[in-house]
T-cell receptor, first 116, second 114 residues
C-alpha cells in the first residue's frame, strides 16, 4: 500500500529553468509534508516542509505547493542549478501527539538531473 | 555540533550471520528513528526509540530484528540470521527538543548479505 507516490522516476531540466517535482498521497490523516534531497552515499537532507494549514511555503529558490483536495504536492525549484542534481523524496506524516512527526512515509523518489 | 553518526558505513555478512548497526544521534537529541531503504524504493520507517524505551516498532519485521537505545551509548539495530533480502541501506535519524519537526539523517549503513 503505497500511501505516498512519486510517479516520475526521473526528471531532466536545463540549468536556469524551473524544475517541478510532483507527489501524491492517499492518507487523508497526513497533515505535515516534507521534501528531502539525497546525494549518493549520503543520508537524506531536509529541504523544505509545509503544514496542511498552508497551501504554499517558500524558501529561496524552493517553493512547495499543497493541494489538499487533490492530495497532491509539488516542489518547484527556480532557477535550477547543476548542484540541484540529486534524488528528491517527498515525505508525509500524521500528527499523533508528542514527536510523532518523525514517523515519515516516503515516496519512491525522483532523480533530478540539471544539465549545464 | 556533529551530525548523526552511523557505523559501520558498509557491512558485509553471509547468510545466517548477525549484523549490528550503530547510531549516535546529534548532541542533545534523545529521539532516534531507524529507516530502511531497499533498492529502487523510498525509505521505510522501522522503529522509533527514546532513551531506554521503544516507542513505536510498527515497522520492524516481527522476527530477527531488534533495536535498542540504552541510557549510555549509541542506538543499535540488530539483525539476527541475516538473509539476502536484508541487503539494504539502513538510515538512522534523530530529533531533539526545540527544533523544527524535521529529522536529521545519518549517512546510512549499507548492509550486503552474500
Amino acid at each position: 500500500d503505497q500511501q505516498v507516490k512519486q510517479n516520475s522516476p526521473s526528471l531532466s531540466v536545463q540549468e536556469g529553468r524551473i524544475s517541478i517535482l510532483n507527489c501524491d498521497y492517499t492518507n487523508s490523516m497526513f497533515d505535515y509534508f516534507l521534501w528531502y534531497k539525497k546525494y549518493p552515499a549520503e543520508g537524506p537532507t531536509f529541504l523544505i516542509s509545509i503544514s496542511s494549514i498552508k497551501d504554499k511555503n517558500e524558501d529561496g529558490r524552493f517553493t512547495v505547493f499543497l493541494n489538499k483536495s487533490a492530495k497532491h504536492l509539488s516542489l518547484h525549484i527556480v532557477p535550477s542549478q547543476p548542484g540541484d542534481s540529486a534524488v528528491y523524496f517527498c515525505a508525509a506524516s500524521a500528527y499523533a501527539g508528542g514527536t510523532s512527526y518523525g514517523k515519515l512515509t516516503f515516496g519512491q523518489g525522483t532523480i533530478l538531473t540539471v544539465h549545464p | 555540533n556533529a551530525g548523526v553518526m552511523q557505523n559501520p558505513r558498509h557491512l558485509v555478512r553471509r547468510r545466517g550471520q548477525e549484523a549490528r548497526l550503530r547510531c549516535s544521534p546529534m548532541k542533545g537529541h534523545s529521539h532516534v528513528y531507524w529507516y530502511r531503504q531497499l533498492p529502487e524504493e523510498g525509505l521505510k520507517f522501522m522503529v522509533y526509540l527514546q532513551k531506554e524505551n521503544i516507542i513505536d516498532e510498527s515497522g520492524m519485521p516481527k522476527e530477527r530484528f531488534s533495536a535498542e537505545f540504552p541510557k549510555e551509548g549509541p542506538s543499535i539495530l540488530r539483525i539476527q540470521q541475516v538473509v539476502r533480502g536484508d541487503s539494504a541501506a539502513y538510515f538512522c535519524a534523530s530529533y531533539g527538543p526545540g527544533g523544527a519537526n524535521v529529522l536529521t539523517f545519518g549517512a546510512g549503513s549499507r548492509l550486503t548479505v552474500l
